[in-house]
């Protein structure tokens, strides 16, 4: 006969509903399943949609919702770590569906670069193509570039291409850089020109902010609030750069950080440039930024016997360096800081070797043998590595057991390297952009196929790999170009062939 909407009995005392709601709220998942077991009322009152609300928040799921969007929390929690816990053992046991970003032979590829499942990718052609990978339906649109006064003849290769959330960004063998918006078409939105060739290229993860080295000079192109593109800053540098980066999530003018040879610099669209790092006789090797630090790897030469290659790790508000971590004879080809979890980042070395530093620590937490060439791309999250080599071998590691889970070998070395919670996306990238037979035997598909690179697409969610859905083999439409026949599809329905 108790009054269970105002009043809750806590034994013998009479609280109200509101103050056992906050009591409630210092229990867990286990703790409100042993309450809900002891009476009706107290069942009503572990679950509570506040109460799992909160829980499915501090656990990391379904942030971007407000509590009106769900009727059960309890069960949308339920749902989220089953789905988690499916994701991470295929994963493990590579359960999913694999694919091949195609495109026709006689294309070498350049460049690739991804966003959120949409992958960018640029070609010898001078074409620039984009895959939505979100969807079972592939689509390949060209980005039509803009014609030059000398476009009589052939188009110049694709050199980078960079995309965020927003944009779309390819820089071009003769120094032209294209932008394109994701939001309005296939036509450029923006388009300037280099006196020289590009060195380096980058676009701010979640910003418009475009960066382009070419020659001595560093130039960031930005548009205003009204849309239109101007130059805030340009910066002139003493040497190449080899590495550009551009600092994510920063409010107000952007910033950049290049490395030229072995000195590394801080831009910033107000200041000057200013050195963040300088010793003479010892290069960078690469570099990576995170909204509040930049990591780089140094190498020695040998001159200090001493002090072998590292990799330094720099605060870029006081410009003071953090650490030194890394104690290797090999070259650091690759690191990755920004998606690494906090005091955490992975890289790969010329050695053959993946390593997992622990900054606070300033020793490396696990090192991985694998490859046999060296590592070309490498990314991580909390239970996981992914490593690229230059032989063309995929690695996919358990970071806390520091194990091999599965490899993937193709021919060209691992360029680049992206994946979320449950797809994967890599590119092995040609070196040789003009591969032989290339003009005798335009017309030998089997030729090109070897030596124009490969896009691959993992996909590790069983919930878009539906029984009903419809099979790779059956998604073309029999549209391909005649003599290209190789790989003949089929088409859906079959009457339609």
């Not at 998942?29 to 928040?57: H, P």
């Not at 990314?379 to 590691?397: A, N, R, T």
Request: proline residues 5%.
């Amino acid at each position: 006969f108790q009054n269970e909407i105002n009043e809750v009995p806590f034994f013998d005392v009479q609280l109200p509903y509101e103050l056992a709601l906050k009591i409630f709220r210092y229990l867990g998942k286990a703790e409100l399943g042993r309450c809900a077991q002891v009476s009706r009322t107290w069942k009503i009152l572990a679950e509570d949609e506040v109460l799992w609300y909160r829980l499915c928040q501090e656990e990391g799921y379904l942030l971007d919702m407000s509590i009106s969007d769900h009727s059960c929390w309890k069960l949308a929690l339920k749902n989220c770590r089953a789905r988690e816990h499916m994701l991470k053992t295929n994963w493990k046991n590579r359960v999913g569906a694999v694919s091949q970003l195609r495109y026709e032979p006689g294309r070498v590829l350049c460049d690739v670069h991804s966003c959120d499942g949409v992958v960018m990718a640029g070609y010898t052609s001078g074409e620039v193509r984009l895959w939505d990978t979100r969807t079972w339906d592939y689509t390949a649109p060209v980005l039509e570039a803009v014609q030059g006064p000398g476009a009589a003849g052939a188009p110049p290769h694709v050199s980078f291409v960079r995309i965020n959330s927003s944009l779309a960004v390819a820089a071009y063998e003769d120094g032209t850089v294209s932008v394109w918006s994701l939001l309005f078409g296939r036509e450029p939105i923006h388009h300037f020109q280099h006196n020289q060739r590009i060195q380096a290229l980058a676009l701010a993860p979640g910003g418009t902010t475009v960066a382009t080295a070419s020659g001595f000079e560093v130039k960031l192109e930005s548009p205003d609030d009204k849309g239109f593109w101007q130059t805030p800053a340009t910066f002139e540098i003493q040497k190449l750069v080899n590495f550009l980066n551009l600092v994510p999530d920063v409010t107000g003018s952007p910033v950049a950080v290049a490395a030229a040879e072995d000195i590394v610099y801080l831009l910033k669209a107000e200041d000057p440039g200013k050195v963040l790092h300088s010793v003479y006789g010892q290069p960078v090797t690469c570099l990576d930024v995170s909204a509040q630090e930049a990591a780089f790897g140094i190498k020695t030469f040998g001159w200090l016997l001493n002090e072998p290659n590292q990799i330094l790790l720099y605060n870029l508000e006081t410009n003071q360096c953090l650490t030194k971590v890394g104690n290797s004879t090999g070259d650091f080809s690759c690191v990755n800081l920004h998606s690494s979890p906090p005091n955490l980042l992975v890289a790969g070395n010329k050695d053959r070797r993946v390593r997992v530093f622990d900054v606070r620590r300033g020793e490396a937490a696990c090192s991985l043998y694998a490859h046999q060439l060296g590592v070309t791309a490498v990314q991580m999250d909390e239970w996981k590595i992914v490593s690229g080599g230059q032989e063309g071998l995929l690695c996919v590691w358990d970071q806390r057991m520091g194990t091999k889970l599965w490899e993937m070998h193709a021919r060209h070395p691992v360029r680049y390297v992206w994946f979320n919670s449950h797809s994967l996306i890599t590119a092995n990238i040609p070196e040789d952009k003009n591969p032989r037979g290339s003009g005798i035997t335009d017309d030998d598909p089997s030729v090109h196929r070897k030596y124009r690179g490969i896009i691959y697409s993992y996909e590790f969610s069983v919930d878009q790999l539906a029984v009903e859905s419809v099979l790779p083999i059956c998604r073309s439409s029999y549209d391909e170009v005649t003599g290209y026949n190789y790989n003949i599809g089929l088409a859906v329905p079959y009457d339609n062939i």
